[in-house]
């Protein structure tokens, strides 16, 4: 490994170190308000289920009788 390539790579390494605790930071407060988000998100639809199941809605009718088809007797 040349001088220069070593020179590089060590610089290479400092800059990770100063930068790395800053982008941990960073996607530690991006997962947070993702799911955050997504608490609120579970919150308002389960708010709108509660309303929806406490409301005076029609029920559902039960199902119809279906006809039933007849045999037909041949005169063979």
Do not use: C, D, H
């Amino acid at each position: 490994m040349g001088i220069r390539n070593a020179i590089g790579f060590g610089i290479f390494i400092i800059v990770l170190k100063l930068l790395i605790p800053n982008i941990l930071s960073e996607g530690e407060k991006t997962a947070i308000s993702f799911l955050q988000g997504a608490q609120l998100s579970a919150g308002v639809a389960s708010s709108l289920i509660g309303n929806t199941n406490s409301s005076s809605l029609p029920r559902a009718l039960p199902p119809f009788a279906l006809p039933q088809a007849q045999q037909i007797k041949s005169s063979y």
